[in-house]
């Protein structure tokens, strides 16, 4: 049985008639700490039981290689060198990779689309968030490396520009 | 039918919601949890865990589906976002036999689709912003005095905000259309471009109702004009200064669109009410439950997810309307992993430390625990703080009061900008409207520009 909101309440009405500041409860299955503020109490939680995993699951290592977001994000191995002159777009934060503003439309920028430093050249979604990515150089997109859809760290090359 | 084991089918503070309930109810949880949810709370509060792999997998029916059978579950409960309004993974629960909780499929689609929706809305005698199609700049003017100007135009194609114009002229209504429409056709790929009374303040109200199929009652409604860029940040029950007389035409209207469609199970049916002429508009409606459910709880003093689950056994309400007493004042403040000091930055990390108040007048929905993750794939929903009162003043206090003590490390947060909007003069007041949000954050950010 885990601690339910009820255990806390329970707890606090039995501390509030005492001179205590603050409680720290530890068990095999969690830990509790409740501290005095001004006018009330605060409460940290941390649920320590694992979680038990139901035969018959799926193995991890099996379904972890299937999906559309499932690529390793760091793919400096795969990562042609930089050829001297090109200027690199780098994911700004970390997210899902898209070449196309919306699923079925043309994407932003091929290889060999001319672009300039504002030119969206794809977008990096970042919880539900979509955020533009610009091409930050003038000159001619002249390698597209990663992948649609798929999963971007920050600072990952994404595609490469051949400067003016 | 009497269910003992459920496949929750979603993730975060929802998934540890719902859990609490069955745990309640003795219904044993089962949780799919894709790979970098395996450690969260809602795994270890479960009951068992099967995994379904990949991060977007919430999205995968068939996933979900073979979780259900695999877990020996007789009931999905999708929570909300995902596949929650999915007719495909209610009808694919049908299939294999598990039920799904929620809406019917055929709901479900006349819900989802903004059309549909619209026209079940104008078939069941709901008023409905006037508006219509343009197809020739030059004949637009007819549309647009029926209207009534200001108008505004909108792409066909658009959302989230983009493509919209306001237009108060007539003479330069003809012009106007013909640059959205070549501004929509770049930027969409179509075209296409409709008119609508222009609303310039309206507040968004929602109504709150349950279902079984046959009678449908209210529990309510919601303020949730605190919007940015559509995103709701601070809800409230019920909403302030409605009156009376309008507050009843609304909760009138959203049972009976509900009734129309013979609604089984949780929805919401959102109105934009008009603040200068106080007339209300059918916006859409959210066949699931929805985020902001815990302050109707808080006011109602009912278990919405034992509602459902009620319902989704196969039984006729237990309640009836005049069953529902609306007592007291609830404001929930949407703590998101977002820098609101840097454009809202999107902020996944490792949380260090989550303290939250506690005690009477608090409610906290949160699957925060320190050491947790806050994975990157996800909307960015952190902890959902309820301030309960006998009034709204004594919510408010509340709110301001949860706001200050909690405290979550690890990763940037909205908490900041809560305690500034709580502290302004106007959500004190009460009843702002859906551009009070931006308009604060222009404020706040000049002043914070002038000091720098």
Redesign the interface.
Known sequence: M?L??DD??DI?RLLDGQPYQELELETARFRLS??R?G????????????????P?????A???V?????SSPGQSAELPPADSGLTDVRAP????FYRAPRPG??PFVEVGSAVTPDTVVCIIE????MNSVTAGAAGTIAQILAENAQ?ADQGTVLMRIQPE | MILRRILIANRGEIAVRILRTCQQLGIETVLAVTDPDRDSLAARLADGVVFIGPPLNYLSVDAIVAAALSAGAQAVHPGYGFLSENAQLARACDKAGVIFIGATAEQLEAAGDKVAAREHAVAAGLPVLPGGEIADPMRSGGVAAEIGFPVLIKATAGGGGRGLRVVSDPAALAGAISVAMAEAGAAFGDPRVYLERYVRSGRHVEVQLLGDGERVIHLGDRDCSVQRRYQKLIEEAPAPFLDQGLRQRVHRAAVTFGEHLRYRGLGTVEFLVDRDVGDFFFLEMNARIQVEHPVTEAVTGLDLVAEQIWVAEGNALRLSQDDITLSGHAIECRVNAEDWTDSFRPSPGTVIAATFPSGSGFRVDSHLQPGCSVPPFYDSLLAKLIGIGRDRAEALARVRQAVTACEIRGVATTLGLHAAVLASDEFAAGGVDTRFLQGFLDRIGSEAGSLG
């Not at chain 1, 018959?56 to 991890?60: C, K, L």
């Open positions: 885990d339910t909101n806390v309440r606090l409740l501290r503020t006018n009330g109490w605060t409460q940290s939680t941390e649920i320590l039981t694992a979680p038990h995993v139901l018959g699951s799926a193995d991890p099996d379904l972890a299937t999906g559309p977001a499932a934060l970390l997210g899902t439309a043309p970042t919880m539900k968030l999963f």
